[in-house]
């Protein structure tokens, strides 16, 4: 297992999800689809984030509640639906329930910053 821990990552689009895999391996992440984190089954490593696409956040309630039912970590939510600027990244995070959101686009920094920041928030 890397020392920063396992990062489950949902996302639909290949290129993006290839892109997250590729930022937060660099940085020192284990990072694996659910359908890998399934496979290891009892050799699997606990997740300390999962990093979940949501299309919309209006009907994001369905999809955060069945992973937090699989996964016993904070979530991070993605969005290209979600309002730029802290104020309303906040107020959708604490609406969803989750650790953080991150509006799409985003760059390696932000992405980098709100993992620790969700990671940090589980201390």
Same mark, same amino acid.
């Given at each position: 297992?890397?020392?920063? @821990?396992?990062?489950?990552?949902? =996302?639909?689009?290949?290129?993006? !999800?290839?892109?997250? $895999?590729?930022?937060?391996? $660099?940085?020192?992440? =284990?990072?694996?689809?659910?359908?890998?984190?399934?496979? /290891?089954?009892?050799?699997?490593?606990?997740?300390?984030?999962?990093?979940?696409?949501?299309?919309?956040?209006?009907?994001?309630?369905?999809?955060?509640?069945?992973? =937090?039912?699989?996964?016993?970590?904070?979530?991070?939510?993605?969005?290209?639906?979600? !309002?730029? @600027?802290? &104020?309303?990244? &906040? $107020?959708?995070?604490?609406?969803?329930?989750?650790?953080?959101?991150?509006?799409?686009?985003?760059?390696? /920094? =932000?992405?980098?910053?709100?993992?620790? $920041?969700?990671?940090? &928030?589980?201390?």
């Amino acid at each position: 297992m890397n020392p920063k @821990g396992c990062v489950i990552v949902l =996302e639909e689009d290949a290129l993006i !999800r290839d892109l997250l $895999e590729r930022w937060l391996g $660099e940085a020192g992440y =284990e990072v694996l689809s659910p359908q890998l984190w399934q496979a /290891k089954d009892g050799q699997r490593s606990v997740p300390w984030l999962v990093v979940a696409d949501v299309p919309s956040p209006k009907d994001a309630d369905a999809l955060i509640r069945s992973l =937090e039912a699989v996964y016993a970590a904070p979530i991070l939510v993605l969005s290209a639906r979600f !309002r730029r @600027g802290l &104020a309303g990244s &906040a $107020e959708a995070a604490r609406r969803l329930g989750v650790k953080r959101v991150l509006p799409k686009p985003f760059t390696r /920094k =932000e992405l980098l910053s709100a993992v620790r $920041e969700s990671l940090e &928030a589980t201390d």
